[in-house]
């Protein structure tokens, strides 16, 4: 036999001969070609291949030509792995007994399949007549005599077996707590590829909790502390490697799995809870508020129909009572306000999120807090602080220690005062950054530091992924031999799909972020500065200085939090932005204080700092107008008008001010940042309030979306129909829906003479094509594949993924409009679109136009600007467009369409809302993220003649995730009338949007 370890999703077509069986020859010899070589074949050969992947996707015709088997632990397997590890640790003696029982069993099962072998043989061999045969006779007797002996002990075995296993199922409880963390562990997988976990690196954890956890001469209470004891163990080793974001909901997955085991969870509210409602038909009765969400209206009608007993007249008494759960839904804390009538007290704490799901998905997160905390306790939503010493004590020589990047953390510095403090400073400690050509020295340090027992960090290994299969290899020898007891290999990595599972699921994992919270980040920047580094200059607005850069460094960091809100690109400003800046600062402020020039010189700092450091990761324009706009806010002599004090902002119990200091000593500014509270509103920032109501909402969505992936996607859809019925209807439904395609030959004709609004039709109506026939076909291919009449591709089973868990399918997803909407949304959304063009096809040109409809709709704009070009004999090169907000706030009340430009429907302005009555830019109302626009005219005009005064630039985006790195999803800026400075809509991040989720 022949193994190959650790194979991946790509078998090298050299072995195919192998698999297929190939073998040619023929008399004595025969042989297998390889490659280009012809190789003797061995009828006792054997191949076998094993892979770490967790769900490896090989092609059909890799299962035509070898056994494929999924040796992957069960859950009832492992659960009696654990219940022996449990029994061999507190009752040693029983399962010796029950290993010497099976010993024993197998032995007389083996004793007896011997007699009656020799009793045949001695039957086969005999002649004549047996009666005569005495030698014959005796053999009988004793095989009988034997028989009953090893019968009788069997027997014996299976009471004493019966009683051994009754003994160790008082231990069940807590091996079934163990194999359930374990798969809760291994599942994170799918969120993020670098949360890989072996079955032996949790043994560890698991044999450790059971030497910690406080014994008991009762069994129950000894069960309570090993579960409760492993349970948090597992949390706390989980989260040190886990990113912030998803230590809620690995609490909360434990919680759910936990609660399942114990038969206290319903599958059927968990679905709702984690998809909604996923119908392609919207409710036929209407919404009785305006103020209820319209998806929760939705998610609300699917509710009632899966929870009748408790929920079928949620609606009905929403209706009647409409103040009260006004009141209810208006409230801060509505997952901690009582609900209105009889839920207070009549829901389950699960029923309580479902319900709250249908009206404040902000409030979600905070729900799923309490929830855990309700079932789990406090220290379940309370993640360890990460320790460098922790992590050194949980560290082996044959266990790397991984650090996974965050944007913006850098543990080298941690780790080089971890290794002062244990005595690896020097030349103890050796650091290599990782990229092309760095391959041997890396080699060559990892030999000399396992001979020598050095510490080696190996810097930003995602930059050579490749390498890392030979740094595997490289481990495996380093495994088998003895490395020095003091050697350590650290590794950091940003996450990365290609990463040796290998590597990682022998590793300890640990994820370093930056400090959340401007206090946090304000106090871990003046830690880096010392005493002496403030005294470094001698300008008295130096130390003052440093304190704006500081709290400019912490703002530009924690605007992340927000998502797009924040910065359309997550920019990983760092330490080392900081430092740089400091010495600008030090080096400019020297100098004009040796010149004796009063001045500071504000510009150049601000464009040094804002353009070319912090500006200069900035890729975004629109990013680098926050930047600058922050500049303008934080710098210049009005900080130091002691008529008029600056204050960063003032709120009603916190002022973010320059603390006095007359000394600029370190200490003064250290107290105040301690005085400040951990929190922050994003008024901090420049931003609206509604910017956490945002941040919330989508911190729900994207905990919503991961449940999702970690659903088992087998089994009852719920409502009692399989999983394949429930696909095999909702391809059927979507089937229905499709429309012919268009017959582009048919609709040149009927344009007549081109003009570029009219190429941009056909070009729109090809691509409308295309999507058609491909959901037409995929569809169609799915249904024969459900009834078994083609094979499921990888394709095909993404796309009955998507359609069970009511998303849209990836391949579909790629020739369609840019779009976050679920399945049902896409399908309304996608059928509009189709009578924009049959309108625009038979009717002409719309008198306004739905740029949401179009699947580039900055072509469209660009097709105006050249018809108004040609038709005005103006350069294309210097013309623009300009736009302005009509009073109009339908596309009904619009009679005709303007002589040039268009007339746009379908946008929508996040960050603010629009004043109908002064036509202008207004404050948002709180809980109000978007609102539609009214009709916006946009013209075509000579750039050299537009001439804008209280107008903001503000751009249009296809959707909310706005613009990418490779500024993806920008359409246009439009021009808004603002009362306002600009910088106030700008750090606000208004922008108006095409789409809604």
């Known amino acids: 036999p022949f193994l190959f370890k650790d194979v991946d999703e790509y078998i090298d077509p050299v072995i195919d001969n192998v698999l297929e069986k190939n073998i040619k020859g023929s008399g004595q ?92 043989r001695e039957l086969a061999s005999s002649s004549g007549n047996m009666l005569d045969n005495a030698e014959l006779v005796q053999t009988l007797e004793d095989t009988k005599t034997k028989a009953t002996e090893v019968f009788e002990k069997l027997k014996l075995a299976a009471v004493n077996s019966k009683e051994v296993e009754k003994l160790r199922d008082g231990y069940r409880p807590a091996a079934q707590r163990g194999a359930v963390l374990f798969f809760v562990l291994s599942d994170m997988a799918a969120i993020n590829v670098m949360y890989q976990y072996s079955l032996a690196s949790y043994l560890e954890v698991f044999n450790m909790s059971l030497h910690k956890s406080l014994p008991d001469s009762i069994l129950q209470k000894r069960l309570r502390n090993i579960m409760d004891t492993l349970t948090l163990n597992i949390y706390n080793y989980a989260c040190t490697g886990l990113f912030e974001v998803h230590k809620l909901l690995f609490s909360f997955q434990m919680t759910i799995k936990l609660s399942e085991a114990e038969g206290t969870m319903n599958p059927d509210e968990m679905d709702f809870f984690v998809k909604g409602n996923i119908s392609l038909e919207k409710s036929a009765r209407s919404k009785p508020h305006l103020w209820i969400p319209d998806q929760g209206w939705e998610d609300m009608q699917r509710l009632m129909k899966e929870l009748p007993d408790v929920l079928g007249s949620l609606a009905d008494d929403v209706d009647r009572n409409g103040a009260a759960w006004k009141e209810w839904y208006d409230s801060d804390t509505p997952e901690s306000t009582p609900f209105p009538g ?117 810097q930003n290994c995602h930059l050579l992924v490749r390498w890392l299969r030979e740094l595997e290899n490289a481990w495996e020898k380093i495994s088998a031999g003895k490395p020095h007891p003091d050697f350590r290999l650290w590794l950091t990595t940003a996450p990365t799909p290609d990463f040796p599972i290998g590597i990682l699921q022998r590793s300890l994992k640990v994820v370093t972020e930056p400090p959340n919270g401007l206090k946090l980040n304000l106090r871990n920047t ?61 080096t400019y402020l020297s100098k004009a204080h040796e010149n004796g020039d009063t001045r500071i010189p504000w510009n150049s700092l601000k464009y040094l700092i804002g353009e070319v450091m912090y500006g200069g990761r900035a890729i975004d324009n629109f990013d680098r107008r926050v930047l600058n706009t922050y500049m303008d806010e934080y710098m210049g002599d009005f900080i130091f008008d002691t008529f008029q004090p600056f204050h960063f902002f003032v709120g009603h119990e916190v002022d973010y001010k320059i603390p006095e200091s007359s000394d600029g000593h370190k200490d003064h500014y250290t107290d105040y940042i301690e005085s400040l509270p951990l929190a922050n509103t994003p008024d901090v920032f420049g931003l609206h309030p509604n910017a956490e109501i945002a941040y919330s909402t989508a911190a729900a969505r994207n905990m919503w979306s991961q449940l999702v992936e970690l659903q088992p996607q087998t089994g009852d859809s719920g409502g009692g ?66 009834a078994g009449e083609v094979g499921m591709s990888n394709e095909l089973d993404e796309v009955a993924r998507s359609l069970f868990n009511g998303q849209l399918p990836s391949i579909w997803r790629a020739l369609a409009p840019a779009t976050l909407k679920s399945l049902g949304n896409w399908m309304i959304h996608f059928q509009k679109r189709f009578a924009l063009y049959t309108s625009w096809v038979n009717d002409g040109e719309p008198k306004v136009m739905w740029l949401s409809g179009l699947h580039i709709p900055e072509s469209y704009l660009t097709a105006l600007v050249q018809a108004t070009c040609r038709k005005n004999g103006w350069p294309l090169d ?3 467009l300009y736009s302005n907000v009509t009073e109009w706030q339908t596309e009904d009340e619009v009679s005709e369409r303007p002589l040039s430009g268009c007339y746009v429907t379908g946008l929508y302005l996040e960050g603010a809302i629009w004043d109908s009555q002064n036509g202008c830019l207004k404050r948002s109302l709180p809980k109000k993220l978007i609102e539609e626009l009214p009709i916006l005219k946009v013209t075509p005009i000579e750039g050299h003649r537009l001439k804008l005064q209280n107008t903001f630039r503000t751009p249009v985006y296809t959707t909310s995730m706005r613009r990418n790195a490779m500024s993806v999803g920008l359409v246009f800026e439009a021009d808004l009338f603002s009362s306002e400075h600009a910088s106030h809509w700008t750090l606000q991040g208004v922008c108006l949007l095409l789409n809604t989720d």
């Open 342 to 458: 009889k839920y207070a007290d009549s829901l389950s704490d699960f029923q309580q999120l479902c319900v709250l799901r249908c009206f404040r998905v902000d409030r979600i997160y905070r729900a799923v807090t309490n929830f855990v905390t309700a079932r789990m306790g406090e220290k379940y939503v309370t993640p360890p602080v990460v320790s460098f010493e922790g992590v050194f004590e949980q560290s082996a020589p044959l266990s790397p220690i991984v650090f996974i990047l965050s944007p913006g953390s850098d543990p080298a510095g941690e780790l080089s005062k971890l290794a002062e403090r244990s005595g690896f400073g020097g030349n103890r400690l050796k650091f290599l950054s990782m990229g092309q050509g760095q391959e041997k020295a890396a080699l060559q340090l990892l030999e000399t530091a396992v001979t020598r027992g050095q510490w080696l960090m190996l």
């Open 29 to 120: 010899r025969r042989y297998i070609m390889l490659g280009d070589k012809e190789v003797d074949y061995d009828p006792n050969f054997k191949l076998y291949l094993n892979t770490k992947l967790a769900n490896p996707k090989y092609t059909p015709a890799v299962f035509g030509k070898s056994m494929v088997i999924n040796y992957t632990v069960t859950l009832k397997g492992l659960e009696d792995q654990l219940l022996s590890v449990i029994v061999a640790h507190e009752r040693k003696e029983l399962e010796e007994q029950r290993e010497m029982l099976i010993q024993e069993t197998s032995d007389n099962k083996r004793l007896l399949k011997d007699l009656e072998d020799t009793l045949l």
């Open 878 to 880: 210097r013309s623009t």
């Open 526 to 586: 003046y830690h880096r500065i010392s005493h002496a580094a403030l005294r470094n200059c001698p300008h008295s607005a130096y130390p003052p200085l440093i304190f704006v850069l500081a709290f400019f460094h912490a703002v530009v960091i924690e605007r992340r939090r927000y998502g797009k809100i924040g910065w359309n690109v997550s920019y990983d400003f760092n330490e080392n932005d900081f430092a740089v800046c400091q010495q600008i600062l030090e």
């Open 721 to 786: 129909i399989s999983r394949e019925e429930f696909i095999g209807r909702i391809a059927a439904d979507i089937q229905a829906k499709l429309p012919k395609v268009f017959e582009l030959d048919r609709v040149r004709k009927q344009l007549g003479e081109l003009t570029p609004p009219g190429v941009v039709l056909l070009q729109e109506l090809e691509r409308f094509n295309k999507l058609i026939k491909r959901m037409q076909v995929s569809l169609h291919n799915l249904q024969r594949a459900l």
